[in-house]
T-cell receptor
Framework: TQLLEQSPQFLSIQEGENLTVYCNSS?????LQWYRQEPGEGPVLLVTVVTGGEVKKLKRLTFQFGDARKDSSLHITAAQPGDTGLYLC???????????FGSGTQLTVLP | DSGVTQTPKHLITATGQRVTLRCSPR?????VYWYQQSLDQGLQFLIH???????AKGNILERFSAQQFPDLHSELNLSSLELGDSALYFC???????????FGSGTRLTVV
């Protein structure tokens, strides 16, 4: 059983469409991060959220941390082919520094 | 280039053998984390070192061990390899807080 459940697992959309990826848990996290991974490379950090209810924007990407710090969402507006990749959420619990990763959402944006 | 260097990039070895994976963290980062990524398990935490000391262990098999040296580079030793150990092994580094990880490009291990 994954501590962090991501949905959907796979998503294929047309360029210009909007999408939302969800990351859910029954556990509370002290911080939550989103990464994007491309084939043959390591994950790259997109954002860190630490406060319940926090919303962060990174160009066309909007990240939200749930009020109870148990869930998060990633919304992409007007998706582009360059957004294609594996999106991973990852959480830290308590004072621990190691991250627990979700199973990932494989996004494909078709031109 | 993320600043985290992992070698080798690819490794093919036979069952029962032993291999060593190497990681040089980003300059200034004291923490090194090792993760295993497989198709069915996703990214699984193995072990965390901070400034030469082991800080946390995850799902690391007894056949696996790691250490961090005074120059802060780290090595992950995998022994008595089995087919199921085939995976991508990632090293990540961080300054130490909730500032996120910087990952290396990984070592793809294939056990045949």
């Amino acid at each position: 059983t994954q501590l962090l459940e991501q949905s959907p697992q796979f998503l294929s959309i047309q360029e210009g469409e909007n999408l939302t990826v969800y990351c859910n848990s029954s556990s509370v996290f002290s911080s939550l991060q989103w990464y994007r991974q491309e084939p043959g490379e390591g994950p790259v950090l997109l954002v860190t959220v630490v406060t319940g209810g926090e919303v962060k924007k990174l160009k066309r990407l909007t990240f939200q941390f749930g009020d109870a710090r148990k869930d998060s969402s990633l919304h992409i507006t007007a998706a582009q082919p360059g957004d294609t990749g594996l999106y991973l959420c990852a959480g830290a619990r308590g004072s621990a520094r190691q991250l627990t990763f979700g199973s990932g959402t494989q996004l494909t944006v078709l031109p | 280039d993320s600043g985290v260097t992992q070698t080798p990039k690819h490794l093919i070895t036979a069952t029962g053998q032993r291999v060593t994976l190497r990681c040089s963290p980003r300059s200034g980062d004291l923490s090194v984390y090792w993760y295993q990524q497989s198709l069915d398990q996703g990214l699984q935490f193995l072990i965390h070192y901070y400034n030469g000391e082991e800080r946390a262990k995850g799902n690391i098999l007894e056949r696996f061990s790691a250490q961090q040296f005074p120059d802060l580079h780290s090595e992950l030793n995998l022994s008595s390899l089995e087919l199921g150990d085939s995976a991508l092994y990632f090293c990540a580094s961080s300054v130490g807080g909730f500032d996120g990880y910087t990952f290396g490009s990984g070592t793809r291990l294939t056990v045949v």
